[in-house]
């Protein structure tokens, strides 16, 4: 992103007047690029679980493909397991034996969504560390969204689907900040209510000690009173 935006500064610095076309496809791409799509590569151990978590707000479209890449594996083709849960727990995909697959699902949770990937399969103990890799291409919003079946419904293409495109960013864009603001209430709410525990239960604690403190001063006036120490 980056090389892009020093690109955009570049052309904005030079060409001011002539390159406000060229700014804005910058832009679309820089927007199309940003965040809403991520392809991943992990190996998987012999034994144990590797997890892939991503927190994704309410009513979001989520589309992943995976597929299983082996090495020195041409005989036996080693597969895995996958387990998607919901923050909740609900389970939302379940595969196993398979070397690849998808899933598809929209968000009725916002929070941790988790998916879970492990070695199966007869060939399992063979495996060694590191010789199995898995390639995760996860989406989400409009990098899930098929723009092929949009173009040709709405009947658009080039500048113009680009447009489309750019207009979906920027609504995801601000549905993720009011996402993000709403939040920060929620967690600035929760950090004012235990403010306010904290100090009642602090003033509860001194009212103790105080309380504590005066009766271990008037029992033992009456304790040296009856021994006539005083």
Same mark, same amino acid.
């Given at each position: 992103?980056? &090389?892009? /935006? ?22 679309? /791409? ?18 144990? #679980? ?6 994704? %707000? ?6 992943? !493909? ?5 090495? @020195? ?20 995909? %379940? ?6 697959? %998808?899933?598809?699902?929209? #968000? ?11 070695? !199966? ?9 590191? !010789?199995?890799?898995?390639?995760? @291409? ?7 969204? !098929? ?25 995801? &864009? ?19 209510? #235990? ?15 105080? #309380?504590?403190?005066?009766?271990? &001063?008037?029992?033992?006036? %009456? ?8």
């Amino acid at each position: 992103m980056s &090389i892009y /935006l020093s690109f955009f500064t570049m052309e904005k610095r030079f060409h001011h007047r002539s390159s406000q076309p060229i700014a804005l496809i910058w832009f679309i /791409l820089v927007c199309n690029r940003w965040g809403f799509s991520q392809a991943i590569w992990f190996n998987l151990p012999g034994t144990g #679980t590797k997890c892939v978590s991503e927190e994704i %707000q309410n009513n979001v479209v989520v589309l992943a !493909d995976y597929y299983v890449v082996s090495e @020195d594996h041409n005989t036996h083709e080693p597969t895995i397991s996958v387990k998607v849960t919901s923050p909740y727990g609900n389970n939302l995909h %379940q595969k196993e034996n398979v070397t690849h697959g %998808q899933f598809a699902f929209t #968000t009725s949770e916002a929070g941790n969504y988790l998916a879970c990937f492990w070695l !199966d399969g007869p060939n399992k103990e063979e495996v060694n560390k590191g !010789d199995v890799s898995v390639n995760l @291409d996860w989406r989400t919003g409009i990098a899930a969204k !098929d723009w092929e079946s949009v173009a040709k419904k709405e009947k658009i293409e080039g500048v113009e689907l680009e447009l489309k495109k750019l207009e979906g960013a920027v609504e995801a &864009i601000h549905e993720n900040l009011l996402y993000l603001k709403n939040r920060e209430a929620e967690m600035r709410t929760v950090s004012e209510k #235990t403010n306010i525990r904290v100090a009642l239960f602090s003033i509860m604690s001194l009212a103790v000690c105080i #309380t504590v403190s005066v009766l271990q &001063i008037v029992y033992l006036k %009456q304790y040296f009173r009856k021994k006539k120490l005083i």
